[in-house]
């Protein structure tokens, strides 16, 4: 008999990003594993963006359990849609440019919704899911977050109901990069604190992305903690030919921190002293890029050799993967995004498209790119290696021989990663 597992995510198709494919590829292969998942998601939620294209990845098998959830992002939308987009899709402006209307949203974002602004979902979704939980004969309850007040509903429904839960954590808590722009007064950040240190002590497993955030937990619980990455799923694509021109692809977000502007001005460099460069090079930018990212590139690299396309389907997002000459894989630089492992990596590794990654030192990133082979990876302050590095691909795109060479990469694949989740299952 297949044992049931209750999975409760907030993100799920039609939303799009790594934080909906993460789940809804651990459950297509959970059944292959004698696991029946059942999923809990909100009826109406307010998604930052939408990827229709997902909707027919959900697995048949899988059973969809939805209940209306009340959002404050629905009432601030009122005051301004737009800012209340731009905070929830996580791209927040710097300080000085933030309008009142932004900076009062993130005052009561941070200080009146803890930990996060889908908090009214947990009453109602503990009193719906305990009789789920009796009447399926649930052994195990799975909690993903962000946002981190679903891993309230399973601390409540532990405690009611003494199941098996497990805390996944697609990212940290209280060291998560945008935590300290949300205005928090210290009342608030103790509680965060307090609401975090419940959660780690008292789930029966926890799941982190990377070892830095693994070990950042091992000080805060004695619970058992695992790594399960993000991953990457065999994808049926056409066959796809590279770009004529040397095209540096970066696919997601671009905050405003994460803005390296030591790449943006070898690139104009190389721009001015090479002409062959100049005519070839293009700088494509998918998904949503802040405003004071797109000021600084702008500053170093003319219009002509820049497109911006904006958010696309994830099927779109592979077919650039594989199109794109080099793929840029950009964090900010900080010690507390040294544990961010961005989900495209590992669609980047698989995508035979070299990868040139611009990060914090001892990240997790820089460490996955090495053993991988998978392409070259530089600090805020690598100037000279970068800008020679950048030559060498061109001249190797000249010579048609520009190439990715991966090693070591069936351990990311979602089926193997789904048999770790599996056996904590």
């Known amino acids: 008999m297949q044992k049931k597992a209750l999975i409760i995510t907030y993100y799920w198709p039609p939303g799009g990003g790594p934080g909906v494919q993460r789940w809804l590829k651990f459950v297509k292969y959970l059944p292959d594993y004698d696991i029946h998942p059942v999923v809990y998601i909100p009826e109406n939620p307010s998604y930052p963006m939408l990827d229709e294209s997902l909707i027919t990845e959900i697995p048949e098998k899988a059973t969809i359990l939805k209940r209306p959830i009340k959002e404050p992002y629905k009432f601030a939308e009122f005051l301004s849609k737009k800012s209340t987009k731009t905070i929830s899709s ?149 066959k796809t030919t590279k770009d004529q021109r040397f095209s540096l692809a970066h696919i997601g977000s671009l905050l405003s921190e994460r803005n390296p502007e030591v790449l943006w001005k070898v690139l104009g460099e190389l721009i001015k002293e090479n002409t062959d460069f100049e005519h070839d090079f293009v700088l494509r930018l998918i998904g949503v890029v802040s405003k004071d990212v797109l000021n600084v590139i702008h500053r170093y690299i003319p219009s002509g050799n820049i497109e911006i396309l904006g958010y696309v389907s994830h099927k779109e997002a592979l077919r650039y993967q594989r199109q794109s000459q080099i793929l840029l894989l950009i964090e900010i630089d900080s010690e507390e995004t040294k544990a961010i492992i961005p989900g495209k990596l590992f669609e980047y590794m698989v995508a035979e498209t070299p990868i040139i990654s611009v990060g914090p030192r001892d990240s997790d990133v820089e460490r996955i790119i090495k053993s991988t082979n998978t392409g070259r990876y530089f600090y805020y302050d690598s100037e000279t290696e970068l800008k020679e590095h950048l030559l060498s691909c061109f001249m190797e795109f000249k010579t048609s021989t520009l190439s990715s060479y991966p090693i070591g990469l069936q351990q990311y694949s979602r089926k193997a990663l789904t048999r770790k989740l599996a056996d904590l299952i």
């Open 90 to 238: 996580g791209v927040i402006p710097q300080k000085k440019k933030q309008s009142l209307v932004q900076r009062i949203m993130l005052y009561i974002r941070g200080n009146y919704f803890l930990p996060d602004a889908r908090i009214a979902w947990v009453k109602p979704s503990v009193s719906y899911l305990s009789e789920i939980i009796k009447n399926e004969h649930i052994e195990t309850v799975i909690t993903t977050g962000p946002p981190h007040s679903l891993h309230l509903i399973g601390m409540q429904l532990k405690s009611q109901l003494h199941i098996k839960w497990i805390a996944d954590f697609r990212d940290p808590w209280t060291t998560i990069g945008y935590h300290k722009e949300l205005k928090l007064t210290s009342s608030a950040a103790k509680k965060h604190e307090h609401m975090e240190k419940q959660v780690l002590t008292t789930a029966d497993y926890i799941i982190v992305t990377s070892e830095n955030t693994k070990q950042e937990f091992a000080k805060k619980s004695n619970q058992p903690i695992q790594v399960i990455t993000n991953g990457y799923d065999h994808m049926p694509l056409s």
